[in-house]
Every structure is written in C-alpha cells, then in structure tokens.
C-alpha cells in the first residue's frame, strides 16, 4: 500500500499568513491521484483539492495544490479565520486500495 | 441539497454485528458510486469501503475484508454497511461519503460530500 506522510504534524500560525502543507508519498504517484481534505473540530471532512490541484465547487482561491512524483503541497495563501483545522492528503493512484495521510493541525498562533 | 444520513451505529460487544446506513438525497443516487470512511477517535481517516452504482462491484481495506459487507438499494436511496466479527479497533465514527470520480484514462476516487457520521463502539 501506498503510505502518505503529512508535516508538520501541527502548523502554527496567525491568520494572515501562508500556510504550507506538505505530503509524501511512499512511491512515486500521478499527481493527479491525490487530493485535500479539511476537517473542522466536530464536522464531517470536507474536500477541498481533487485531480493534484483542481479546486472544488465551492472552495477559495486562496487553496492551491501542487506537487509531482512523491512531494505534494497544499498552500493557503493567506490564512482566514475559518482555515484553522485538519487537513488530510488523499491518495487514489492505488485503487481501488485508498490511503489518507495522517494530518496537519493548522492552529492560530 | 445533496445529503446523507448516517444511522445505526453504537456499542457492541466484540466479536459482535451492527448494520448501518445512510439515506442519501438531493442527487441521482443510483449515478454514483459509494463509500465508507472511518475515523477511530483523535486519530486519521481510514477509508473502508467502495461500491459501484448497480452494487455489483465492492472494495475493502485489508483490515476488514471478510468481515464487513458494503450494500446498497437503488430504490430506497440507500447504502449500508453489514459488520461482522467486531473489534475492538473498529470502533470508530463512520462516514458515509459520495464518490466523485475524475479523469478519464486514468480516473481517481474522492469523497464529497460526506454525512456527518455515526458512532460505532467496540467493547466489552
């Protein structure tokens, strides 16, 4: 299985700032089989990022998605109030076996 | 809207059964493919399981295949999951989430939206 690898574990910082998530696959995977979730404290997941980085109906400019082979990122390029959360890494490129990463806390510093 | 309902989860004694489900509605549910994810509490997601649209095609995670069936009824809008021989590290929030598929040569799975869970407890 294709294991994902988030850092940091916690990201702490002020609202304004950017924010840099980075997710590491085990092997080389097509960028465009990976995606982004936030999760809010007691909600459901949310899916921000699918396709490596086409944004979903819904979602701000301000989240981007990058990345190739084994390094993805997700940036928030300036943090509003309402973007301190979870955020997970998905990865399809192994199907129809689905992995997660095990998550970035972006907290208010 | 598009919504989905979880239901049926709580505690069972392991080596238990528990069946749950989730309405769905406000979209063309017997277009869509279906899936269960879980979250065992303070940790990660785990994906656990994917139908197709007809419900003739399923998929499991390692750790439950043979334990856990994914089901489905067009009719009724909804999806279930039928979980036998429970364990203590199944316990866990179950989400029921919409399967969005992207790509053509190569496609991908992402899950959206999704439900807002239901608790299922392992323990003696």
């Known amino acids: 299985d294709i294991v994902l690898t988030q850092s940091p574990g916690t990201l702490s910082l002020s609202p304004g700032e950017r924010a840099t998530l980075s997710c590491r696959a085990s092997q080389s995977v097509i960028s465009s089989s990976l995606g982004w979730y936030q999760q809010k404290r007691g909600q459901a997941p949310r899916l921000l990022i699918y396709?490596?980085?086409r944004r979903a109906t819904g979602i701000p400019d301000r989240f981007s998605g990058s990345g190739s082979g084994t390094d993805f990122t997700l940036t928030i390029s300036r943090l509003e109030p309402e973007d301190f959360a979870v955020y997970f890494c998905?990865?399809?490129?192994?199907?129809?076996?689905?992995?997660f990463g095990g998550g970035t806390k972006v907290e208010v510093k | 809207e598009v919504r989905l309902v979880e239901s049926g989860g709580g505690l069972v004694q392991p080596g238990g059964s528990l069946r749950l489900s989730c309405e769905a509605s406000?979209?063309?549910?017997?277009?869509?493919?279906m899936s269960w994810v879980r979250q065992a509490p303070g940790k990660g997601l785990e994906w656990v399981a994917n139908i197709n649209h007809d419900g003739r095609e399923a998929y499991y995670v390692d750790s439950v295949k043979g334990r856990f069936s994914v089901s489905r009824d067009n009719d009724k809008n909804s999806l279930y999951l039928h979980m036998n021989g429970l364990r203590v590290e199944d316990t866990a929030v179950y989400y029921c989430a919409r399967v969005i598929i992207s790509g053509v040569v190569i496609q991908s799975r992402w899950f959206d939206p999704w439900g807002q869970g239901t608790l299922v407890t392992v323990s003696s």
């Open positions: 396709g490596g980085s």
């Open positions: 406000g979209f063309t549910f017997s277009s869509y493919w």
């Open positions: 998905q990865q399809d490129d192994s199907s129809p076996q689905i992995t």
